[in-house]
């Protein structure tokens, strides 16, 4: 009951400090619209059942932002329906976030076919003034230069089997960028933990030569990061690269390593590759069960269960509307691969479709426990069609 208190309090806040000022406020609301249909071919139990299944998806976003000079308040409301057909099943419900204090996410009704859930997955208030700017509240934190192995977003990446990327989950944090310069910006985050000490975290820009330099350090859930990355325009190839040294309190440390470039060939056509050395993963598939079920996989600051992998993208605007983008990605430690095509259709100004398919290629598991890398992610197909108003 308290959790549902401090979840109405705090968007009634925000609420009022945007109507503090009518003659001043700008006001913006959005709706999103998404249906999603995910067909499954799972012959080997990678999911845990042996068989086929469907799962159909669909969420409503609601957005609404104010101005007040200044100030502006933003709310996102998520609310989505699903259900699974076949052999598919719901085992548990939405994974809570590490990076998240506020108890803004209900799960209206759960069994083990269909869930029914929402969450407040923005609510910030943001102060602007010349040269920084201040957010407090549930938000989204995007830090480091790579696209598939981003080590430098501290605060949890997108996983490489991602196919929207339209909107990164929130997390709850106060966060302050300052801009000393031209091409320069340092920011500070500070992000709440339950029965733990804050995470605390740092990322500064500022160029280098003919490129920009970046570096990045702080607390993230008891462990200490620093790292450093770099990107440079070579003859229209951007460059990059970034290092990441993580200590535990146990006093383990690993460090992972990416680098990549991408190029646009022609006017319709852009190819990108990433090669990522992951410390923290293994050389061994037989360690992969046990890498499953640490902090680090679940606060997704990893995306690989292997030691070495990489990552091969080709984008394709086939005609104004039409674009196309398969992804490899491989396991160079234990042989698996995975091959992702995606499609995207804009059908107006509002409305997309998009849809591909997935085809893990490896060692299939044994019983659900992985046996490599790409090997347990089953075949699937599916559909999206996002309608914003």
């Known amino acids: ?72 308040a933003e709310v996102h409301w998520l609310g989505q329906f699903a ?8 085992s548990t419900g939405p994974l809570p976030s590490p990076f998240r204090i506020l108890d803004l ?19 910030l208030l943001t102060f602007t ?25 501290l605060f949890g990446a997108f996983p490489v089997t991602e196919t929207n990327r339209r909107y990164k989950p929130g997390i709850d944090a106060a966060t302050l960028t300052v801009n000393p310069g031209p091409f320069s910006s340092l920011s500070l985050a500070v992000v709440p933990v339950k029965d733990e000490r804050d995470n605390l ?42 290092w990441l040294f993580t200590k535990k309190p146990d006093s383990r440390h690993y460090w992972q390593a990416v680098a990549g470039a991408q190029r646009q060939i022609g006017p319709y056509t852009l190819i990108m590759g990433e090669l990522f050395r992951n410390g923290w993963g293994s050389g061994d598939p037989d360690d992969y069960p046990s890498l499953l079920f640490t902090e680090e996989y679940a606060a997704g ?18 005609s104004p509307l039409v674009t196309m983008t398969p992804a490899l990605f491989g396991n160079l430690t234990d042989g698996s691969a995975l091959l992702r095509v995606d499609g ?3 059908l107006s100004d509002l409305t997309d479709i998009s849809g591909g398919f997935f085809l893990g290629m490896g060692k299939r598991p044994d019983e659900g426990i992985p046996m490599s890398e790409y090997g347990q992610i089953p075949f699937s197909i599916y559909v999206e069609i996002v309608h914003n108003i």
């Open 105 to 123: 996410e209900t799960v209206h009704s759960q069994d083990d076919r269909t869930v029914l859930f929402s969450e407040i997955d923005r609510l």
């Open 301 to 318: 600051n990893i995306f690989t269960l292997g030691r070495y992998s990489a990552a091969l993208q080709v984008s394709r605007q086939v």
């Open 201 to 242: 975290a740092a990322t500064a820009l500022f160029p280098l030569g003919p490129g920009t330099l970046s570096l990045t350090g702080g607390r993230i859930l008891d462990d200490e990061k620093a790292g450093t990355g770099y990107t440079v325009d070579i003859s229209g190839t951007q460059v990059y690269g970034s």
């Open 344 to 346: 995207a259709l804009s």
């Open 1 to 72: 009951m308290r959790n549902q208190y401090l979840h109405l309090t705090l968007i009634t806040v925000c609420l009022a400090v945007t109507l503090a000022a009518p003659g001043q406020v700008r006001a913006w609301v959005g709706l999103e619209l998404d249906g999603k249909a995910t067909g499954v071919a799972d012959p080997y139990g990678a999911t845990g059942a042996e068989g086929s299944g469907s799962l159909g998806e669909f969420s409503a976003r609601v957005m609404y932002q104010d101005n007040l000079g200044p100030l502006e």
């Open 129 to 153: 003034a010349p040269g920084f700017s201040l957010h407090v509240g549930r938000q989204a934190v995007t830090w480091g230069e790579a696209f598939y192995f981003n080590i430098g977003d």
């Open 83 to 90: 259900h699974t057909t076949g052999d598919s099943s719901f």
